[in-house]
């Protein structure tokens, strides 16, 4: 899926978050993100996946308004935040159950579980789960509807070691396949999973 | 199997597994209609204003619904991964509406028997005695107008700041028609009249409340 922004710009009342970002990541090219903290990086991301409707300019995903994609396209980004974006109250395994039906397609939760390292962990509520473990989780529901667009903010924050090596791992299986815009504040794990990369 | 069933399913798997809300519900219409009875303290009260006492004790317990309903998406960030999923906006606001419709049937499953109880049971009772069936009924219609509007409610005020003083702003005021619709069927009921009158406006109040709600949860997700 491309990604394209027009003269992008947001503004959260009189504080101006992003101003004229012109960007273009073509279908499966990567971009990483860096900037410091409030630089915008959050924001551009939300942007992209349509959650967030920008004050100026476009932000566009496969020539279409990112914030006015039909549902079929929806399906096709994997957002990840700051946040898991999981339900605390179901097991991780029930997490990404929910998440393949609501998404239409056959639930591969056991396989990505185990892809994550969490396959001893799948009866265990998502709210008992470390922190380190839920963003796993993430991962893993970000990949339940195979997406061909990743929006990774900070995916690499809260993991340990394995998680990271982890990621960084299914990123580059993943490289070339999907269209990747990640957000980071390591410059050098950015330059190695991205083709580019942008400062804000 | 349609997103509507399938949030709602998980909406009473979330209930069951930690059930606040339903204990919050139960729990304040007992003690609400047991401080209203002693604060009363009337010799045989007249029906309509006990169905009145219950039914804004149910509207306020509906009020406890719309203030939590909406917590876990709020601050657990869940609403991004509903608006991101490829289902209608709108089932995200009917699956909402159908639990708290569940949730006020399960109170109101605690609060008919203490209704009866306290005011049918006494040794002066409430004059004439209820029709149970055509109490039901209402309250059943009247359930479908507070689910509703109480969950876009809790929409609403999720966008906001100061959504605790948002829900009852918003919310209450806009009770007061299904209130005097019910307490007025229940008077006509009492009196022989015609209910055609009431009713038909509890149903309307309804069907407004629904496809409101319908719109404006589908430009407040979107926008």
Known sequence: MRVETVALGHEFGSTVVLRELDLNV????????????????????RCLAGLLRPTVGSARLAGRPAHDLPAAERARIGYLSHRPLVWGGLTARENLRLCAALYGVV?????????????????????????????????????????????????????DEDGVALLDAILGELAGTVTLVLSTHERERGRALCATELTL | MSAVWL??????????????????????????????????????????????????TLVLATLLAAARVFTAEREDGLL????????????????KALAVLALLIVTELVALPLFALLYVGSSQPVTPSPDYP??????????????????????????????????????????????????????????GGSLAQPLGSLLVYDALVIVLAWGVCEFVLTE
């Open chain 1, 26 to 45: 073509e279908q499966g090219s990567s971009l990483a993100v860096f900037g410091a903290n409030g630089s915008g990086k959050s924001t551009l991301l």
């Open chain 1, 107 to 159: 639930s591969d939760g056991d396989r990505l579980l185990a892809r994550v390292g969490l396959e001893s962990r799948a009866e265990v509520l998502a709210r008992s789960l470390s922190q380190g473990q839920r963003q796993r989780l993430a991962i893993a529901r970000v990949l339940t509807p195979s997406p061909s667009l990743l929006l990774l903010d900070e995916p690499h924050a809260a993991l």
């Open chain 2, 7 to 56: 949030l709602f399913r998980n909406e009473l798997r979330l209930e069951r597994r930690a059930p606040q809300l339903v204990l919050s519900m139960t729990l304040f219409a007992a003690i609400g209609l047991t401080l209203l009875h002693a604060a009363t303290q009337l010799a045989h009260p007249p029906l309509t204003l006990v169905v009145g006492l219950l039914v804004v």
């Open chain 2, 80 to 95: 991004d991964l509903l608006l991101l999923a490829p289902i209608p906006r709108t089932a995200i606001w009917a699956a």
């Open chain 2, 134 to 191: 055509l109490l039901a009924l209402l309250l059943l219609l009247a359930d479908l107008g507070l689910a509703a509007f109480g969950s876009v409610v809790a929409i609403l005020a999720s966008a906001t700041r100061s959504r605790e003083l948002a829900v009852p702003i918003l919310f209450l005021p806009s009770t007061i028609p299904l209130v005097l619709s019910l307490v007025a069927c229940v008077r006509e009921s009492v009196a």
